[in-house]
Protein backbone atom coordinates (compact mmCIF):
# COMPACT_ATOMS: atom_id res chain seq x y z
CA UNK A 1 0.00 0.00 0.00
CA UNK A 2 1.28 3.34 -0.60
CA UNK A 3 -0.39 6.70 0.25
CA UNK A 4 0.51 10.09 -1.65
CA UNK A 5 -0.10 13.01 0.37
CA UNK A 6 0.02 16.55 -1.44
CA UNK A 7 -2.22 19.83 -1.26
CA UNK A 8 -0.27 21.50 1.36
CA UNK A 9 1.37 25.39 1.26
CA UNK A 10 1.49 28.28 2.68
CA UNK A 11 -1.75 30.27 3.25
CA UNK A 12 -2.59 33.52 5.42
CA UNK A 13 -4.76 33.05 8.47
CA UNK A 14 -8.40 32.63 7.61
CA UNK A 15 -8.02 30.90 4.29
CA UNK A 16 -8.64 27.36 3.13
CA UNK A 17 -6.75 24.55 1.89
CA UNK A 18 -7.60 20.99 0.67
CA UNK A 19 -5.24 17.89 0.81
CA UNK A 20 -5.13 15.14 -1.40
CA UNK A 21 -4.25 11.46 -0.19
CA UNK A 22 -4.24 8.97 -3.02
CA UNK A 23 -4.00 5.49 -2.42
CA UNK A 24 -2.47 3.10 -4.48
CA UNK A 25 -2.32 -1.26 -3.75
CA UNK A 26 -5.07 -2.99 -1.58
CA UNK A 27 -8.12 -2.18 -2.05
CA UNK A 28 -9.17 1.32 -1.18
CA UNK A 29 -12.51 1.39 -0.15
CA UNK A 30 -12.64 -1.46 2.15
CA UNK A 31 -11.18 0.38 4.56
CA UNK A 32 -11.20 3.88 7.06
CA UNK A 33 -8.31 6.49 6.51
CA UNK A 34 -7.51 9.13 8.40
CA UNK A 35 -5.78 12.69 8.94
CA UNK A 36 -2.79 13.45 11.54
CA UNK A 37 -0.88 16.11 11.74
CA UNK A 38 2.64 16.94 13.73
CA UNK A 39 4.39 19.85 14.33
CA UNK A 40 8.19 20.10 15.74
CA UNK A 41 8.54 19.14 19.32
CA UNK A 42 4.73 17.19 19.71
CA UNK A 43 3.38 14.09 19.33
CA UNK A 44 1.36 13.21 16.39
CA UNK A 45 -1.92 14.60 16.85
CA UNK A 46 -5.21 12.85 15.26
CA UNK A 47 -7.29 15.34 12.51
CA UNK A 48 -9.99 13.33 11.54
CA UNK A 49 -11.30 9.90 10.29
CA UNK A 50 -13.98 8.77 7.61
CA UNK A 51 -14.76 4.93 7.32
CA UNK A 52 -14.96 3.02 4.32
CA UNK A 53 -18.28 4.04 2.92
CA UNK A 54 -17.59 7.67 3.55
CA UNK A 55 -20.73 7.60 6.02
CA UNK A 56 -19.20 7.76 9.24
CA UNK A 57 -16.66 10.62 10.43
CA UNK A 58 -15.05 11.80 13.61
CA UNK A 59 -12.79 14.67 14.19
CA UNK A 60 -10.70 16.40 16.80
CA UNK A 61 -12.41 19.11 18.97
CA UNK A 62 -10.52 21.54 17.87
CA UNK A 63 -10.96 20.71 14.20
CA UNK A 64 -15.15 20.76 14.22
CA UNK A 65 -16.32 23.39 12.51
CA UNK A 66 -13.42 24.32 10.30
CA UNK A 67 -12.22 20.37 9.14
CA UNK A 68 -14.10 18.33 6.93
CA UNK A 69 -12.98 14.34 5.46
CA UNK A 70 -14.16 12.82 2.76
CA UNK A 71 -13.45 10.47 0.19
CA UNK A 72 -13.71 9.15 -3.44
CA UNK A 73 -13.41 5.48 -3.50
CA UNK A 74 -13.71 5.78 -7.33
CA UNK A 75 -10.58 7.70 -7.31
CA UNK A 76 -8.95 5.98 -4.19
CA UNK A 77 -8.65 9.06 -2.93
CA UNK A 78 -9.20 11.02 0.83
CA UNK A 79 -9.39 14.98 1.05
CA UNK A 80 -9.28 16.88 3.83
CA UNK A 81 -10.82 20.57 3.39
CA UNK A 82 -9.49 22.62 6.32
CA UNK A 83 -11.22 26.03 6.29
CA UNK A 84 -10.68 29.08 8.47
CA UNK A 85 -7.13 28.42 9.74
CA UNK A 86 -5.19 29.42 12.37
CA UNK A 87 -1.32 29.39 12.62
CA UNK A 88 -1.56 26.95 15.52
CA UNK A 89 -3.06 24.59 12.31
CA UNK A 90 0.91 24.98 11.07
CA UNK A 91 1.99 21.16 10.81
CA UNK A 92 2.72 18.00 8.46
CA UNK A 93 -0.13 16.83 7.63
CA UNK A 94 -0.34 12.39 6.87
CA UNK A 95 -2.75 10.19 5.45
CA UNK A 96 -2.82 6.70 6.78
CA UNK A 97 -4.78 4.08 6.79
CA UNK A 98 -6.55 1.18 8.79
CA UNK A 99 -6.64 -2.44 8.23
CA UNK A 100 -10.47 -1.84 9.29
CA UNK A 101 -13.44 -0.40 7.63
CA UNK A 102 -14.86 1.53 11.22
CA UNK A 103 -13.21 5.66 11.85
CA UNK A 104 -10.72 5.23 14.89
CA UNK A 105 -8.55 8.08 16.66
CA UNK A 106 -5.55 6.56 17.55
CA UNK A 107 -2.44 6.98 15.42
CA UNK A 108 -1.62 2.80 16.82
CA UNK A 109 -4.72 2.02 14.30
CA UNK A 110 -3.33 3.16 11.27
CA UNK A 111 -1.42 0.47 9.23
CA UNK A 112 -0.27 2.33 6.53
CA UNK A 113 0.95 6.11 6.35
CA UNK A 114 1.99 8.66 3.57
CA UNK A 115 4.83 10.51 3.68
CA UNK A 116 3.19 14.09 4.82
CA UNK A 117 2.42 17.59 2.95
CA UNK A 118 3.97 20.70 4.99
CA UNK A 119 0.99 23.02 5.57
CA UNK A 120 2.18 26.83 6.98
CA UNK A 121 -0.67 29.60 8.16
CA UNK A 122 0.95 32.92 8.12
CA UNK A 123 -0.90 35.06 10.86
Known amino acids: VQLQAYGGGLVSAGGSLRLSCAASGRTFSNYAMGWFRRTPGKEREFVASINWRGTNTIYADSMKGRFAISRDNNKDTVYLHMNNLTPEDTAVYYC?????????????????WGQGTQVTVSS
Open 96 to 112: AKRNVNFVGRMSQSYAY
